[in-house]
């Protein structure tokens, strides 16, 4: 099974130049923790929930007048979505992280894949789960 079928498609992005009041508002009406970041159309971050809080809200900034690219994470692993649901397995598992955004070629976001869809797959299931659990001790 190839990742472009598990992935979650309906992708919410934020421009980076948004500020974090915005993506926040974006986060609770959509009911996730993560956007990835674009500028021109191209990835060039992710921002969480936990980015808002331990580099933002901590040092007293204002959600008005902080933009998004002042706390999103630059370092982003991404997968193609050709590549196989194992391959995106390993790669979470080797960056001790919990979702890939799907890219095309010029780092074009076409949407997001996490542990948690990998766990909807039958035969995934246990792997997800060691995954997961290799995460928690890291």
Known sequence: MRVEELM???LE????DESLRVAALRMRTC??????????????????DRDITVRSTALGQHP?????????TFVLITCSP??????AEQLMEQKM????VVVEGGRVP?????????????TEV???????EHLGHA
């Open 64 to 72: 008005d007048h902080t933009r998004v690219r002042e706390c999103m």
């Open 31 to 48: 009911n996730i923790g993560a956007l990835p970041v674009t500028e021109n159309g191209r990835l060039v971050g992710m921002l969480t």
């Open 13 to 16: 992005t934020i421009e980076a």
């Open 97 to 100: 992280v919990r979702r890939l």
């Open 110 to 122: 076409l949407g997001i894949l996490s542990l948690d869809d990998l766990a909807t797959v039958p």
């Open 8 to 10: 979650t498609k309906n």
């Open 82 to 87: 050709d590549a196989t649901l194992e391959e």
């Open 126 to 132: 246990l792997r997800a789960g060691a995954v997961l």
